[in-house]
Nanobody
Framework: VQLQASGGGLVQAGGSLRLSCAVS????????MAWYRQAPGKQRELVAT???????NYADSVKGRFTISSDNAKNTVYLQMNSLKPEDTAVYYC?????????WGQGTQVTVSS
């Protein structure tokens, strides 16, 4: 399984970005898909997850601002990020769990200026 993340960039505080993660196989049978992020000097943290059944979960720091979704027809997972804050600055990684294995994308940089 290969993942290709895109959509990062530089945005002012209060702005929006949408990240995309293209998956090399059908996501219909993938149990769990997620976005993580890692800021400089910090550990990678879970941002949001979505299951094959459509259930979602979010880190407290992004609840109400970020939305994770998936498009089975496009084999793509999205992260819509609104009301961005400087503390959201990080490299964002997409992740899927398939047949008990973790797969990671290459990461996309999100920088939020104050």
């Amino acid at each position: 399984v290969q993942l290709q993340a895109s959509g990062g960039g530089l945005v002012q505080a209060g702005g929006s970005l949408r990240l995309s993660c293209a998956v090399s196989r059908s996501i219909f049978s993938i149990n769990s898909m997620a976005w993580y992020r890692q800021a400089p000097g910090k550990q990678r943290e879970l941002v949001a997850t979505v299951t094959s059944g459509g259930s979602t979960n979010y880190a407290d720091s992004v609840k109400g601002r970020f939305t994770i979704s998936s498009d089975n027809a496009k084999n793509t997972v999205y992260l819509q990020m609104n009301s961005l804050k400087p503390e959201d600055t990080a490299v964002y990684y997409c992740n899927v769990v398939f047949r008990a294995r973790d797969y990671w994308g290459q990461g996309t940089q999100v920088t939020v200026s104050s």
